[in-house]
């Protein structure tokens, strides 16, 4: 295992990893046409030992109305792999977004019979609106079941690409572009507007 440091990020990666490039372009990769399925800017992830952590920060503590999104491919699935979390230690209760098998899992609820398909980039935007889930998948709402968790703020990391770091074994299988934290509630017109293209940095509500 080696540990790659940049700005405030930690990139875990083995060292056969060759593909892993630096934190900051997953969040400054050039526009994506709807159609585009090759991204040169995104971070691989091996399926066993590689992610990004980044280090608690008041910020990042977010327990209502916020969003989460991110363009993802998945090489192979199995199990729960993680996408973005900040939930790693017994009874954090941070917010979560993850792989479950070719399902997807926001906070403890699930899709159902979704059927991620490999070597196809998804857009995921998953939406936390004073308790309500919804989660859209290429700008398009998708079902959620089960009991959603009651997120607090912790001290725990904020990974991408690994699920619940007191367990072993939940590391996305593929890539991730274009991760995204919103303090705020994103309405289904905004993901559909921003999700092919850049951020200037400065738009309110990002983290």
């Not at 091996?46 to 990004?52: A, L, Q």
């Not at 079902?143 to 590391?171: E, F, H, K, M, W």
Request: glycine share 8%.
């Amino acid at each position: 295992m080696k540990t790659k440091h940049h700005a405030s990020f930690v990139i875990r990666h083995s060292a056969c990893a060759a593909a892993l490039v630096t934190a900051i372009t997953l969040f400054t990769a050039a526009p994506r046409a709807p159609a585009q399925t090759v991204w040169t800017n995104a971070l691989s992830f091996d399926g066993v030992d590689d992610y990004v952590q980044v280090a608690d920060a008041d910020p990042l503590d977010l327990t209502n109305n916020y969003t989460l999104e991110c363009w993802f491919k998945a090489a192979g699935f199995g199990g729960l792999r993680g996408l973005i979390g900040k939930y790693h230690t017994p009874n954090a209760n941070g917010y979560l977004l993850r792989l479950t098998g070719s399902n997807l899992d926001f906070d403890a609820m699930t899709t159902a019979s979704l059927n991620l398909q490999t070597s196809v980039w998804y857009h995921v935007a998953a939406v936390n609106s004073n308790g309500t889930r919804r989660l859209y998948l290429n700008g398009q709402p998708k079902a959620l079941s089960g009991t959603p968790l009651t997120i607090q703020a912790n001290t725990d990391p904020l990974c991408l690409g690994r699920d619940y770091l007191a367990a072993s074994g939940r590391v996305l299988n593929g890539q991730m572009d274009e991760v995204r934290i919103w303090n705020a509630v994103r309405s289904q017109a905004e993901i559909q507007t921003a999700m092919y293209h850049p951020l200037a940095g400065n738009e309110a509500g990002l983290v």
